[in-house]
């Protein structure tokens, strides 16, 4: 599994298309091949990245990490 910190954006995590996540303890499954996690602390749809980090400015490092499972 890849996660990379997006410069200035968000955590970006390289998972399959429809895998499943549970979250506060609803079911929900990826549209798309990507889950992107908010580090802003802005968006609307916490956890996930709604795209207000360009609105506020935020700036921050960006990097990746692999993760074997």
């Known amino acids: ?7 200035n954006g968000p955590l970006v995590i390289d998972l399959p298309e429809g895998s499943r996540l ?8 990826l549209e798309r091949a990507k889950l992107a996690l ?3 602390g802005c968006s609307e749809t916490k956890p996930f990245c709604d795209g207000r980090h360009k609105q506020v400015g935020f700036v921050a490092a960006g990097g990746e990490l692999e993760v074997e499972l």
């Open 38 to 40: 908010c580090r802003c």
């Open 1 to 7: 599994m890849k996660i990379r910190l997006r410069q």
């Open 22 to 29: 549970v979250l506060e303890g609803k079911e929900r499954f």
